[in-house]
């Protein structure tokens, strides 16, 4: 197994806290968080709703300042991410 690095938008301040859905046209992971993009919260609230959701350690290697991100996923596969992100209500 490797490592994998993938695209995500973020999206702060939300109601809700889910992985919305995979991007085509952008090529990136939409997700909902409830923390405020402020002192790093949203991206610690990140960082944990990804490490549930793909079941691997997950660290955001660039963008902590910004919406989109890119996200270090450790020890998987494209197959396994793929899997998981196809799973996805919101898919498209």
Known sequence: MKDFILNV?????SKESEVKGFDEWSRSLKVKV???AMKGKANTELEKKLKKFFGKEVKII????????????????????K??????KGFS
Not at 9 to 13: K, L, R, S
Not at 64 to 81: D, R
Not at 83 to 88: F, P, V
């Open 34 to 36: 409830r923390e405020k």
């Open 62 to 81: 660039k963008g902590e300042k910004n919406k989109n991100k890119k996200v270090l996923i450790k020890n998987t596969s494209l197959k396994e991410i």
């Open 83 to 88: 899997s998981k992100i196809n799973q996805l």
């Open 9 to 13: 938008h973020v999206i702060p301040d």
